[in-house]
């Protein structure tokens, strides 16, 4: 497993942005998909962005929800072993908790999570 940390929430007003980073440590990531994921109360953990490890460039073979689409970018850096979420244009509806995974085998599926951390956006 990988161990995964991820940082950069808070509040913020709708229109506004922020930018998550999940730092990873513990393993290679060389063949692993990194993924960012949310979770809403009340409702289940959805899939937001995911991008492939391997890839040349730093936003390469990224893959986003629909509902995100246009808003968010994910990308790494491979140095810092860190994965990104630049979120903008924020609405009320992407409150949530906000949680960087791992696949460290893919496409076996996420195996390591992060702690989670909190995005707030006021209307």
């Known amino acids: 497993q990988v161990q995964l940390a991820e940082s950069g929430g808070g509040l913020v007003q709708a229109g506004g942005s922020l930018r998550l980073s999940c730092a990873a440590s513990g393993r290679t990531l060389s063949r692993s998909v990194m993924g960012w994921f949310r979770q809403a109360p009340g409702k289940e953990r959805e899939f937001v962005a995911s991008?492939?490890?391997?890839?040349?460039?730093?936003?390469?073979?990224?893959t986003y929800a629909e509902s995100v689409k246009g808003r968010f970018t994910i990308s790494k850096e491979n140095g810092k072993s860190t994965v990104y979420l630049q979120m903008n244009s924020l609405k009320p509806e992407d409150t949530a908790v906000y949680y960087c995974?791992?696949?460290?085998?893919?496409?076996?599926?996420?195996?390591?999570w992060g702690q989670g951390t909190q995005v707030t956006v006021s209307s």
């Open positions: 995974g791992a696949d460290t085998n893919p496409p076996t599926g996420y195996d390591s």
């Open positions: 991008i492939s490890w391997a890839a040349s460039w730093a936003t390469g073979h990224a």
